[in-house]
T-cell receptor
Framework: EPEVTQTPSHQVTQMGQEVILRCVPI?????FYWYRQILGQKVEFLVS????????KSEIFDDQFSVERPDGSNFTLKIRSTKLEDSAMYFC????????????FGEGSRLTVL | QQQVKQSPQSLIVQKGGISIINCAYE??????FPWYQQFPGKGPALLIA?????SEKKEGRFTISFNKSAKQFSLHIMDSQPGDSATYFC???????????FGSGTQLTVLP
């Protein structure tokens, strides 16, 4: 069964450092997403990406965040200068494209900022 | 107005019992209401979803009940099993928007 894969599974970084989280969406999917989940809290939308540009973003997705699809398979989330409050589980998701399309989530990348 | 409120925060049910999780929303533009199941260390996985043109949808032991006038929807798990123990999130999406708004989650424990 096709799946969304994410790397790394866990990353520990110092405050102020840059972090890149990587995702390989399901191959025939057209929409890509990043969500985050702070420990014990709800899943929050960060950004959606379609046709090589951001289609929607939340208030959380400020100038410290960026997304990129550097090649035909990877989808990355970059946090330019990490803060303590960026510590969370980051989930990548993808969907086929229709407005009713199911989102398929990866297993997440846990980011710990010290 | 973007919030989806979910209750209870945690739920303990005996094996074979019925688990009921409730969600309420305010934004009438929401038109797609999925439920996600999340096991520890895993990403959320779609369990079942409903659109407001129907009042109920059933898939196996899982049923969504939808009350459009009250702006509420609920997940019923019949004959709950220990393997159902997980965190359940309701969510909502409006129109052509891509983002899902999630509820705060319910940690379900089914005792053997």
């Amino acid at each position: 069964e096709p799946e969304v894969t994410q790397t790394p599974s866990h990353q520990v970084t110092q405050m102020g450092q840059e972090v890149i989280l990587r995702c390989v969406p399901i191959s025939n999917h057209l929409y890509f997403y990043w969500y985050r989940q702070i420990l014990g809290q709800k899943v929050e939308f960060l950004v959606s990406f379609y046709n090589n540009e951001i289609s929607e973003k939340s208030e959380i997705f400020d100038d410290q965040f960026s997304v990129e699809r550097p090649d035909g398979s990877n989808f990355t989330l970059k946090i330019r200068s990490t803060k303590l409050e960026d510590s969370a589980m980051y989930f990548c998701a993808s969907s086929e494209g229709s407005s009713g399309g199911e989102l398929f989530f990866g297993e997440g990348s846990r980011l710990t900022v010290l | 107005q973007q919030q989806v409120k979910q209750s209870p925060q945690s739920l303990i049910v005996q094996k074979g019992g019925i688990s009921i999780i409730n969600c309420a929303y305010e934004n009438t533009a929401f038109d797609y209401f999925p439920w996600y199941q999340q096991f520890p260390g895993k990403g959320p996985a779609l369990l079942i979803a409903i659109r407001p043109d129907v009042s109920e949808k059933k898939e196996g032991r899982f049923t969504i009940s939808f009350n459009k006038s009250a702006k509420q929807f609920s997940l019923h798990i019949m004959d709950s099993q220990p393997g159902d123990s997980a965190t359940y999130f309701c969510a909502a999406r409006k129109g052509s928007a891509r983002q899902l708004t999630f509820g705060s989650g319910t940690q379900l424990t089914v005792l053997p």
